[in-house]
């Protein structure tokens, strides 16, 4: 009998100690001397219970759940990390908030990495305040002189007109200063450069600054700073017009480069998703091709990333030259590419792309292997279900299994 009841309270504590699910003990099936031991056991369970559940919370950051109970020794420790991650968490706090003199004590190597921290950050707010200062004066220097009077300064090709508030007459023109009087309708450079003519004769907006822009790509185009001033005792509008036809050309040049991928000068991905939801707009129907460099990570960290850019570009050099100038060939990602081709046929798509990758393999010259994998889709134009994320996940799928072919085939380990 005293075998058995030992032999339950023996089990019973090693589940408490042990088990993810801790048994039972039935109290009653005790003989009276077990019981009270029993029941200690019952307190054990508890107490180890709150120390698992209350250190669970802890390890996941959980600072707000229930703590253990105050008899509970087990949990002493527990309770004063608690408390000083709850310190840490409003210091913490205060740091975000910008009070760097939080100072940490009580937590070790901790202490050491959260203070070194909090200087570093001080010290950073102290170079930002500076350099906002420095900004700000410089940008008060360039407000009061502004923008175009620098432009004015450099090119010096710019018209400064003045025009009288009450009779509309030009009071002054840097380009005729030798006239007493201006005409009004504009001398002969300015009447034939300046189509814009009324707006500035007639200028009535209530603004005591401004600067605004007027042209297009037949008249070219002109910024101008429009402001107030007394002029000879009258009130005047000043006007610096400056011909900023040069400037726009070049900001639209710039603007067709964002379609341009600067590592491979193909097209990049924003060129691709605009095109290809003018396409699904349209509902045409259109083949695309995706397409993954195999083992572009192996030859970065293997031979430096200068050989992986190489390895980049020999890819879309095969690409282009195999393909059609109307087929659109984008960088989508680091090593993923897509080929859009107008009205083709799948099968004939993939044994051109069967065909490449076997001249890609077979050209290669170096001392690591090389391939493509490529899934293609065909697009109907009439299937009005379609999306470009549903397309490209069947495209992924069918170059996934491409993939596996070109790892046994020329990818062994």
């Known amino acids: 009998m005293e075998h058995d009841n030992c032999d339950q309270l023996f089990e019973y504590l090693r589940s408490i100690l042990y088990d993810r699910h801790i048994q039972t003990l039935d109290i009653e099936s005790l003989d009276e001397p077990y019981r009270k031991l029993g029941q200690g056991l019952k307190v054990l369970q508890k107490a180890v219970e709150e120390l698992l559940a209350f250190s669970a919370d802890i390890s996941q950051g959980n600072l707000s759940g229930p703590c253990p109970s105050r008899d509970n020794f087990l949990c002493v420790n527990m309770k004063n990390l608690h408390a000083n991650l709850n310190h840490l968490t409003w210091q913490a706090k205060q740091v975000a908030a910008g009070d760097y003199s939080q100072h940490v004590s009580y937590l070790g190597e901790f202490s050491e990495a959260f203070n070194t921290m909090t200087a570093q950050l001080k010290e950073r707010e102290a170079l930002l305040k500076e350099e906002a200062e420095i900004a700000r004066k410089r940008a008060a220097v360039i407000e009061e002189y502004n923008e175009l ?46 189509f814009f003519r009324n707006s500035i004769l007639n200028w009535q907006d209530s603004e005591q600054y401004k600067i605004w822009e007027i042209g297009d790509e037949d008249h070219g185009f002109y910024r101008i700073t429009t402001f107030s001033i007394e002029w000879a005792g009258h009130n005047a ?177």
């Open 149 to 194: 009077l620098v432009e004015m300064t450099r090119k010096r090709n710019e018209w400064i007109l003045v025009v009288d508030a009450d009779t509309r007459d030009i009071t002054y023109c840097n380009k005729r200063k030798d006239e007493i009087r201006i005409d009004p309708a504009f001398c002969e450079i300015c009447n034939n450069r300046f």
């Open 237 to 413: 509008f000043a006007h610096i017009v400056v011909d900023i036809t040069n400037e726009k050309m070049t900001e639209n040049r710039l603007a067709s480069k964002a379609y341009y991928d600067s590592g491979t000068g193909i097209r990049n991905r924003l060129f691709f998703e605009e095109y290809m939801e003018a396409h699904l707009n349209k509902k045409s129907d259109i083949t695309l091709c995706y397409l993954d460099l195999d083992g572009l990570k192996f030859v970065n960290d293997q031979f430096g990333h200068n050989e992986g850019d190489c390895y980049i570009r020999r890819f879309v050099s095969v690409i282009e030259n195999s393909f059609r100038s109307s087929d659109v060939f984008a960088r989508i990602g680091g090593d993923e590419f897509c080929v859009i081709l107008p009205n083709n046929d799948r099968d004939a798509v993939e044994r051109r792309f069967a065909e490449v990758l076997e001249q890609f393999v077979a050209e290669n010259d170096k001392e690591y292997p090389v391939s493509f994998s490529y899934g293609v889709v065909q697009i109907d134009g009439t299937n009005s279900n379609l999306t470009m994320d549903g397309i490209i996940r069947e495209a992924d799928a069918a170059m996934y299994q491409c993939k596996k072919n070109n790892k046994e085939k020329y990818h062994k380990a």
